[in-house]
């Protein structure tokens, strides 16, 4: 069980909150309880951490850190890949004095089968000055999206569906679906493997793949109306190793075949519909409980 969030920049993949049977009342109250109380130390100590937490706490959060870098498309249809920062935090297990708790303190319960997330991406801009070829066509500004999804979660397999909305950047529908095949060879290996569907309204497919009569004029492309619908599909594979109770690293590959309008675009013509993100961060699991 895990709630996470996930920060990329650009990609056709979600920065997601995500949980797995969260109660939200729970998050509401640990979001107004932290501006009232005092908060101790976070706890990093060596030791097992079902010793580590404390059962008298009011408040306890046990999460995890990924920090690392990653390799992604430019730009959606670019064949250019550029670095960028990768960020990440796992929550895996939470509880409030009264309001009860989520998840496992070992990770030793059963994972609940169905749950709420929420889910957020950053698209990163994408500026004509920068590429050549983009040379006539407008910038597309730095994008934001939220929304919410559903997962469904069992031992070795986990699926889950998300719906976002561009509240800055574009003004656009995006929806996700995706499984997982997990498996724990030992106790600190993880692996997952599974597929992934990106859909996006009209708005977003014009915003990203689409050429205006008036680009067209200034670039020399042809004018292209993009209509939303399936957008792309591919698979991602993520691998993670525990050295300790603390420390961890994790790395993940995803290959993704942009579809439809999104493939048949005049920008995508001068790159190419394959998009390969990669990424490698440290973790680190933290305590904080008061």
């Known amino acids: 069980m895990r709630l996470i969030l996930t920060c990329a ?5 979600a920065c997601s909150l995500a949980s797995v049977g969260v109660a939200q009342d729970l998050a509401q ?41 990653a390799g992604r498309p430019a730009y ?9 920062p990768d960020f990440a935090l796992s929550f895996d297990y ?6 009860g708790e989520y998840g496992s303190v070992d990770d030793s ?11 957020l991406r950053f698209i990163g801009e994408r500026s004509s000055d920068d590429y050549e070829e983009l040379e006539g066509l407008e910038d597309v500004d730095l994008a934001l999206e939220l929304g ?21 950047g574009h003004n656009g529908f995006v929806g996700e679906l995706g499984a997982d095949a997990i498996a724990f060879p030992t ?3 993880e692996f997952r493997v599974g597929p992934r569907m990106v859909f996006g309204n009209d708005s977003f497919a014009d915003t990203y793949f689409g050429v205006s009569d008036s680009e067209a004029a200034d670039s020399g492309l042809s004018a292209y109306d993009a209509e939303g619908g399936l957008l792309g599909a591919g698979v991602e594979a993520t691998a993670r190793y525990r050295f300790n109770e603390l420390w961890g690293v994790e790395a993940s ?24 993100r990669f990424r490698l961060g440290i973790t680190r699991e933290l305590v904080l409980q008061f």
């Open 76 to 84: 959606f249809g670019s064949d250019e890949i550029v670095a960028a």
């Open 109 to 119: 319960g059963p994972p609940r089968a169905f749950g709420l997330r929420g889910s």
């Open 29 to 69: 109250a640990d979001a107004a309880g932290l501006e009232t109380l005092d908060v101790a130390p976070i706890t990093t100590d060596q030791t097992p951490v079902a010793l580590r937490i404390d059962p008298n706490s009011n408040f306890i959060l046990r999460y995890d850190i990924r920090a690392g870098a």
């Open 9 to 13: 920049i650009a990609g056709l993949s």
């Open 187 to 189: 106790e600190r290996w």
């Open 253 to 276: 590959v995803r290959a993704d075949r942009l579809m439809n309008d999104a493939a048949d675009s005049p920008i995508t013509d001068m790159g190419t519909t394959d998009q390969v």
């Open 148 to 168: 919410f999804g559903l997962v469904y979660r069992q031992r070795n397999f986990e699926a889950f569906g998300d719906v976002r909305y561009g509240v800055l």
């Open 94 to 99: 939470a509880r409030l004095k009264g309001l």
